[in-house]
């Protein structure tokens, strides 16, 4: 597994500021925490997705190709940093852990 923090750049008011992921060893995301701009979060795994927050249907990439792009600051971040995010980070609503 691997852990990334990604911050993505921009001015929409709606969408997430912050992204933490857990990536799997075949490059899928297992699990994401969002950070809005409000100070909102929400998290998700395979069986709790909602109309705002899902996985990514494909493989991330390497992190190197995310930070690359200017509306994105992406590192490797460690297990207990993405845990500490996770477990202070509510279930999108109408979700139940």
Do not use: N
């Not at 998290?43 to 190197?64: F, M, N, R, W, Y």
């Amino acid at each position: 597994m691997e852990y990334w923090k990604v911050d993505w750049l921009h001015e929409f008011q709606s969408e997430p500021i912050r992204f933490y992921s857990e990536i799997g060893e075949d490059g899928y995301e297992v699990r994401k925490v969002q950070l809005y701009r409000d100070g909102r979060k929400l998290k998700t795994d395979a069986l709790h997705e909602s109309g705002e927050i899902g996985l990514s249907e494909i493989p991330v990439g390497p992190i190197e190709d995310v930070s690359s792009q200017p509306e994105f600051s992406a590192c490797v971040i460690s297990r207990e940093e993405f845990e500490r995010e996770w477990q202070h980070t509510p279930w999108p609503p109408g979700r139940q852990s």
